[in-house]
């Protein structure tokens, strides 16, 4: 397996092109099984969760042609020749439920694979399956797989009320509601920009939706969708991401194509941290001056709050901060596993339950670790980026889902990072 290695200590400079959103491609490519018409997606990212989700819709005979380099993904469903999406390409990604919701409204029958948990939870997909059964759907829950059925005339407007928002449920709802016989109303529906992102690539394939991006989001059901082409909006992780690489380092990098909306609550908590985040005509310039960041308290939330998806890579500069940080995870009851390998680099960590107190040091020490999850994975590359001497990340495999060439991009801003093939 690959490994990453890091000399840190070098203050950033330079540009890094921020990448289409992984989430919102992940729910984009699913939204071809609802139309026999072809989906073209431009600005995808080149990453390996997209070749899998390219993988599991080719296995229901879906048609995905990746051109421009695999920046634009061409999709037709036209042929499709099996309802049934297989354990063996379902388990190796979560996102995969997603084709649940369209094969069902499209098709009135799917047998989904359940995908199973993860490093950072159990993650069920219990809301996914209710918000189904209220438009009707009958689910049978046997030998690890969701049969689901639509009733004859197909899937039923309904109004689905979510406990606690669930971005997956809020999409699976969402793109069955489109061809749903009647009027569907979500509440309490996810608001992040991916969801914004579904909704408008929806509506240009002709389907009628309101208040995407609001907690409650209206669906009139249409007899068909027709194609569309749509750009995947702005990586708002991947340029939170980046934005901490100079933050850490010192220096001054901007960020091409970051947009200021996508991740306000997280440069508000940049600006109180004592980095500067200005915006630019072609992005974000993120500065850190002289001297440590300033401690600050994190709680997760969904969007418009501080991304869960952040909460590790935000906890890598706060172990170099002067003071205390608490971070406090609320969306995921596993996500603290970058701790114990920062720890191995010298960083002072509490963690109780879904809190994380960190007390800074003034400086990381290079360390071998290893990655678990992709957005832990990343923590450590920002922490070697700082730390004294040589990081040597493994199992880079996790990295690779979320981030293009990450070594190049940091590297191109004057960073001492190179991936060694393992042998
Ligand atoms: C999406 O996951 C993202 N993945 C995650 O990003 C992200 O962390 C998460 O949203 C939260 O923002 C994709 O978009 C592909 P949820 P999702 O449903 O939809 C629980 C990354 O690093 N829950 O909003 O699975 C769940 O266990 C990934 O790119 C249920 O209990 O997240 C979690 O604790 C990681 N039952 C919480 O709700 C359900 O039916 C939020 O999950 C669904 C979710």
């Known amino acids: 397996m690959d490994q990453i290695h890091i000399t840190g200590g070098t203050p950033l400079t330079g540009t890094i092109p921020i990448a289409g959103a992984k989430n919102a491609c992940l729910t984009l490519m699913p939204a071809t099984l609802l139309t026999d018409q072809p989906l073209t997606l431009t600005n995808a990212p080149r990453l390996s969760d997209i070749r899998t989700m390219t993988q599991l819709l080719g296995s229901l005979g879906a048609e995905v042609s990746a051109l421009n380099e695999g920046r634009v993904l061409a999709l ?25 919701g ?26 996914h399956l209710r918000a189904l059964e209220a438009m009707g759907a009958t689910l049978d829950l ?58 408008q690539c929806l509506r240009k394939m002709g389907a009628r939706i309101e208040g995407e991006g609001t907690p409650t989001i209206t669906i009139e ?30 220096g001054s990098v901007e960020l091409l194509g970051g947009r200021l909306d996508l991740v306000a609550a997280f440069a508000e908590k940049l600006d109180a941290a004592g980095v500067s985040v200005e915006e630019t005509p072609t ?28 909460q590790a890579q935000m ?49 990381l020490k290079g360390a071998p670790v290893m990655a678990t999850d992709l957005r832990a994975s990343v923590s450590l590359i920002l922490a070697g ?27 191109n801003c004057g960073a001492k990072i190179e991936r060694v093939r393992a042998a």
Do not use: W
């Open 76 to 100: 037709s469903s036209h042929d499709i020749d099996t309802l049934r999406a297989d354990y063996d390409i379902v388990r190796k990604m979560r996102a995969s439920i997603l084709v649940l």
């Open 102 to 127: 369209p094969m069902l409204a499209r098709f009135g029958q799917a047998e989904v694979s359940l995908p199973g948990g993860c490093a950072i939870g159990a993650r069920p997909v219990d809301l």
């Open 142 to 199: 046997r030998d690890g797989y969701v049969h689901a059925t639509a009733p004859a005339g197909g899937l039923r407007g309904a109004v689905v009320e979510f406990p606690f928002v669930s971005v997956g449920a809020t999409e699976n709802a969402l793109m069955a509601a489109t061809l749903a016989v009647g009027t569907t109303v979500l509440k309490n529906a996810a608001r992040e920009p991916e969801i914004v992102d579904l909704a």
């Open 221 to 250: 059901g249409v007899t068909a969708l027709g194609g569309a082409t749509h750009p995947v909006v702005t990586d708002r992780i991947e340029l939170g991401t980046y934005m901490l690489a100079p933050a850490i380092t010192g």
């Open 283 to 310: 992005g974000l310039r993120v500065s850190r001056k002289n001297g440590r960041v300033r401690a600050v308290d994190v709680v997760t939330e969904p969007f418009p709050g501080f991304p869960t998806d952040l």
């Open 315 to 363: 906890m890598a500069l706060l172990c170099t901060a002067e003071g205390t940080s608490v971070l406090e995870e609320r969306i995921f009851e596993n996500r603290f596993m970058h701790a114990p390998e920062l720890i191995r680099m010298g960083a002072r960590i509490d963690v109780h339950g879904g809190t994380a107190t960190v007390t800074g040091v003034p400086r």
């Open 385 to 411: 980026l700082a730390a004294e001497g040589e990081t040597v990340v493994s199992r880079v495999y996790h990295l690779d889902r979320g981030y293009e060439r990450v070594e190049e991009k940091l590297g």
